[in-house]
């Protein structure tokens, strides 16, 4: 009945008629708000129009003026009509714009996910966008829309989740804890991060060392950022007794290479264990060293490697 309806007076392109024999399909609800029905079954007969061939149907300028026309003698104004009809038009809109950005999102993070599987298991060199792409089950024209190139992909996989880190970072270094529990949740949010991504971080050393340094730079930067607020709360740990009173910059530094030399054993060791399980050592080491104080007169005497 639609297609015979739009056909049919719409050969004529006469809007009109049109208006007169789409009345007949479109019975007026006299309780229902007059505009918001026209919107209605406008959009009701825009799909059955789209659906049509371009030399049946009647052509888009005809249709609105036939829905303008019935606004007019459903005593309505054919203003209103438009207002409600541009309303429904913007809202339609952006819904499906924000339905492709999701959308949009969602299959960029599978390729990412994808990516850093494939990167992992093959290294930078041996992985190919084929395999990627078919990892993520999605087609190349949709994995190259998102990523020109494998070295784009790559270098962007390692930026995502740099920015992660340094999110929990920051998270992290701005809160209101004390400095040793700060250190300790800042360790763990670091040893996880290599732990859950060994195999990325294994190409990044081995293929793109200049990612690496980039993620040890990193790791300082973000510490470095907020020396005023660590001092202040050294500070405030040395008057209530709880560290001792030594230089700043020569501990940090020397904890880094301490922390670094833990990372890179454990990379040696081919990742084979959790690093997040050497957390309690490494803490212990860091708080407390690893040298016991002597316990009785004799070994009150200053400690030497002759002793």
Known sequence: MWASVLTTAGARDDPRELARALCHVFPKNEGHDTPDQLVQF????????GQLS???????????????SMAVQWGSSELDFLERLLAAFLEQSVGEKAARHTEGRDTRARILAAAQEVFSQKGFYQATMDEIAERADVGKG??????????????QLVQIRLKELEAEAERVLDSEDDVLSMIEKYLCIYFDFFDRNQGLYRVMVHEHPD???R????YVEKIMRRIPRLKR???????????KDVNFHTVFHGAMGFIHGVIQRWLAQDCTYSLVKELPAVKEVL???FVKKPK??????????TQ
């Open 215 to 218: 993620l040890q730079d990193l």
């Open 42 to 49: 406008f959009e009701a007969a825009v799909a059955e129009w």
């Open 287 to 289: 708080f407390y060293g």
């Open 296 to 305: 009785t007169r004799e070994e009150d005497m200053p400690w030497t490697s």
């Open 54 to 68: 371009p030399t049946l149907r009647p052509s888009a300028s005809v249709l609105v003026q036939a829905f303008r």
């Open 233 to 243: 709360k050294i500070r405030e740990a040395r008057l209530q007794n709880v560290l």
């Open 142 to 155: 949709t994995l190259y829309r998102h990523f020109p190139s494998k070295e784009n992909l790559f270098h």
């Open 211 to 213: 990612l690496d340094e």
